[in-house]
């Protein structure tokens, strides 16, 4: 049974404190030697008295590193997390931060040979086929960590792409799941980030109140199983149980279920391909009594087409649908556009792109950056 030494980058947010759990839960199997935070020092420094071993990094050169901290931080800004990306050492890095941040340190740790978990599914978005085609040239795995590609990832166990017939997302449906249509546009910021079933950050939070959340995820499973936009479904379900599905070329379809606690998913990627037992609430079937399923409603929440039509044009677009998105629900989360203006921003920036194919990271870059400057006009302008 091998020990993994783990960096998380974003220890400090959601899904970097789900991983801390984990560990704490499994420690002949996780160990944490990297830890990064943004913002929330304070959280660090609570992880820090935790995992006293863990090198530390942080990223934002505008927040002030408290004086009990400052001298065990070792790395700092942009080329710190690449430090702290490549630690001597450490086997797997664990990509948490919101947003791209992640990416060059995501290929910075490929290039250094370690195995990468993602839960950022930002960067595969914006970069998917060179962060795979990165992995594949360094013999590096790309594990999953969002709960729906985890799941598939564990459906799947190394079954070809040729024997897939649909990989099939759940969806919650957001808050908004059954709200009508013209009373999009008066949800309040508040409402938006209740979501029905999972505890996560504000960004993903939005995202899937707006259902650009499954979108993004539609994108990510396409490159991280190599299959193309038009085998990849989504379906509302409620429970958050089932977390996704495959519906194989044969008919089978197989699921993966547990309760809706991010735990789970981190703790398969750190220990795959083996599993162990854990603290965490087994499902009891009595208890549940039912799974609800239903269609998306495409037509109120258009994210998924936006998505689809990202997916499945290729070349930077998925980025500029990234990058769009994120500039939205930053201004949506500050109050200055309401709600459906979202899904106006990214679809009026990507309708005025023109997709370069088979980018380069250059590429990419240069097309986030112009997709952000873009959505910031379309957002400050009046409509
Ligand atoms: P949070 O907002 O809770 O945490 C984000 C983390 O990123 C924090 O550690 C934050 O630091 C750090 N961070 C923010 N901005 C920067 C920056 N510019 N440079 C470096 N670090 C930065 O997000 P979540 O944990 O919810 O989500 C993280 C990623 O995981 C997202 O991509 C999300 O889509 C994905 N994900 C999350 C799930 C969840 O359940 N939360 C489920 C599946 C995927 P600080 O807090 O110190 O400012």
């Given at each position: 049974?091998?020990?993994r030494?783990?960096?998380i980058l974003g220890?400090?947010g959601s899904i970097g404190?789900?991983?801390?759990k984990?560990?704490?839960d499994?420690p002949d199997r996780?160990?944490i030697v990297g830890?990064?935070?943004?913002?929330n020092?304070a959280k660090l420094?609570?992880?820090?008295?935790r995992?006293?071993?863990?090198?530390?990094?942080?990223?934002c050169p505008?927040t002030?590193?408290p004086?009990?901290?400052?001298p065990l931080?070792?790395?700092?800004?942009?080329?710190g997390l690449i430090?702290?990306?490549?630690?001597?050492?450490?086997d797997?890095?664990?990509i948490?931060?919101?947003?791209t941040?992640g990416?060059k340190?995501?290929l910075?740790?490929?290039?250094?040979?370690k195995?990468?978990a993602?839960?950022?599914?930002?960067?595969?978005?914006?970069?998917g086929?060179?962060v795979m085609?990165?992995?594949?040239?360094k013999g590096?795995?790309?594990l999953?960590?969002?709960s729906e590609?985890n799941?598939i990832?564990q459906?799947?166990?190394?079954?070809?792409?040729?024997?897939?017939?649909?990989?099939?997302l759940?969806?919650?449906g957001?808050?908004?799941?059954k709200?009508?249509a013209?009373q999009?546009?008066?949800?309040t910021?508040?409402?938006?980030?209740?979501h029905?079933t999972w505890n996560m950050?504000?960004?993903?939070t939005?995202?899937?109140?707006?259902?650009?959340?499954?979108g993004?995820?539609?994108?990510?499973?396409?490159w991280l199983?190599d299959?193309?936009m038009?085998r990849v479904?989504?379906v509302?379900?409620?429970q958050s149980i089932?977390?996704s599905?495959v519906?194989f070329v044969d008919?089978s379809?197989?699921?993966?279920?547990?309760?809706s606690?991010m735990?789970?998913?981190?703790?398969y990627a750190?220990t795959?391909?083996?599993r162990?037992?854990?603290?965490l609430?087994?499902?009891?079937?009595?208890?549940?009594s039912r799974l609800?399923f239903?269609?998306?409603?495409?037509?109120?929440?258009?994210?998924?087409?936006?998505?689809?039509?990202a997916?499945e044009?290729?070349?930077t677009?998925p980025?500029?649908l990234?990058?769009?998105n994120?500039v939205a629900?930053?201004?949506?989360?500050e109050?200055?556009?309401p709600?459906?203006c979202?899904?106006?921003?990214?679809?009026?920036?990507?309708?005025r792109?023109?997709?370069?194919a088979e980018?380069?990271?250059?590429?990419?870059l240069r097309a986030d950056c112009e997709?952000r400057?873009?959505?910031?006009?379309?957002?400050s302008?009046?409509q």
């Amino acid at each position: 049974m091998k020990k993994r030494r783990v960096v998380i980058l974003g220890a400090t947010g959601s899904i970097g404190q789900s991983a801390a759990k984990v560990a704490h839960d499994i420690p002949d199997r996780m160990e944490i030697v990297g830890m990064s935070g943004n913002r929330n020092l304070a959280k660090l420094g609570e992880l820090s008295a935790r995992f006293p071993h863990a090198a530390l990094c942080t990223t934002c050169p505008r927040t002030a590193v408290p004086a009990d901290l400052d001298p065990l931080v070792r790395h700092r800004g942009e080329e710190g997390l690449i430090e702290l990306a490549t630690l001597p050492g450490a086997d797997l890095v664990l990509i948490a931060i919101v947003g791209t941040g992640g990416l060059k340190p995501a290929l910075a740790a490929i290039e250094a040979g370690k195995d990468i978990a993602v839960a950022s599914k930002e960067i595969l978005v914006m970069a998917g086929e060179a962060v795979m085609e990165a992995a594949r040239r360094k013999g590096v795995k790309v594990l999953p960590v969002d709960s729906e590609h985890n799941a598939i990832f564990q459906c799947l166990e190394g079954r070809e792409s040729s024997e897939v017939r649909r990989l099939i997302l759940t969806a919650s449906g957001g808050p908004f799941r059954k709200l009508p249509a013209e009373q999009l546009a008066h949800v309040t910021r508040e409402q938006a980030l209740r979501h029905p079933t999972w505890n996560m950050g504000e960004k993903i939070t939005i995202d899937s109140a707006t259902l650009f959340n499954k979108g993004l995820e539609m994108i990510e499973a396409r490159w991280l199983f190599d299959v193309e936009m038009g085998r990849v479904d989504v379906v509302v379900h409620p429970q958050s149980i089932v977390h996704s599905m495959v519906e194989f070329v044969d008919g089978s379809v197989l699921a993966q279920l547990s309760h809706s606690d991010m735990c789970f998913p981190i703790q398969y990627a750190v220990t795959w391909p083996e599993r162990v037992p854990n603290s965490l609430r087994p499902l009891d079937f009595a208890e549940l009594s039912r799974l609800d399923f239903e269609a998306p409603r495409h037509a109120d929440f258009p994210a998924l087409g936006l998505a689809r039509e990202a997916g499945e044009r290729g070349g930077t677009l998925p980025a500029v649908l990234n990058a769009a998105n994120e500039v939205a629900v930053a201004a949506f989360l500050e109050g200055r556009i309401p709600f459906p203006c979202i899904w106006e921003t990214v679809a009026h920036v990507m309708h005025r792109h023109a997709p370069v194919a088979e980018p380069g990271l250059d590429d990419i870059l240069r097309a986030d950056c112009e997709a952000r400057a873009a959505a910031e006009g379309f957002v400050s302008t009046p409509q």
